[in-house]
């Protein structure tokens, strides 16, 4: 089952990369069909660009509300019709006018190994809190904040002394090998797999674009 995706992204896009890379290989189980956007001129944009795939803009800021916002985004994703709408780096908090408008299923890669660490500053709060591991969580994107269910999840060690920039390096390359797998792993099951995908990274193993 070949998934088409629809990605939104607010930013430079490194995630959008990582899946535009592995939907390159020929065997890939995911295609992307679109991005979408809430800002002008982004990292992501110049990359759907060069790529040759279909994007679209809604500035955020030329809403008069955020229900407004919502709503359009949720028509202009339903009007694309993909099979899945993947969220990567998208920086905004979607409203109940979203949900109410859009049933497609939504995807969300989340820098934390969740339940913990919903929300933003990860990285600090893991170090804050002593955590021995850290590390990210694709899962289903719900109207209550980073509280869906996992798809997959992986893990690495926090290393002694470890200062936040460089564990967010660590986490973000982390990032981009889980979520091609998440992909694999729906598609695999047809969106419903049995249970979700735990992974432990040996580092010096993984590739970016695995």
């Not at 091609?180 to 990274?201: D, I, K």
Request: net charge neutral.
């Amino acid at each position: 089952m070949t998934l088409r995706c629809l990605v939104l992204a607010s930013g430079r896009g490194s995630n959008f990369e990582a899946l535009l890379r592995a939907s390159a290989g020929a065997d890939a189980p995911y295609a992307l069909t679109g991005l979408v956007t809430d800002r002008p001129a982004t990292g992501a944009q110049a990359l759907a660009e060069a790529a040759g795939v279909p994007q679209r803009c809604l500035p955020f800021k030329a809403f008069p509300s955020r229900a407004s916002f919502d709503q359009a985004l949720a028509e202009t994703l339903v009007t694309a019709a993909p099979d899945l709408v993947l969220c990567a780096g998208f920086m905004r908090v979607l409203g109940p006018a979203f949900f109410t408008h859009c049933p497609l299923p939504l995807v969300n890669i989340h820098p934390a190994l969740l339940p913990a660490h919903r929300g933003l500053h990860t990285h600090r709060r893991v170090l804050e809190a002593g955590d021995p591991f850290h590390g990210a969580t694709v899962h289903w994107l719900t109207p209550a904040l980073d509280s869906g269910p996992t798809i997959a999840q992986a893990r690495l060690p926090v290393l002694p002394g470890e200062g936040e920039a460089a564990l967010a390096a660590r986490v973000l390359r982390l990032e981009h090998a889980l979520y091609p797998q998440a992909l694999a792993h729906l598609a695999a099951h047809r969106l419903a797999p049995p249970t979700p995908l735990e992974l432990f990274w040996d580092e010096e193993a993984l590739t970016p674009w695995a």
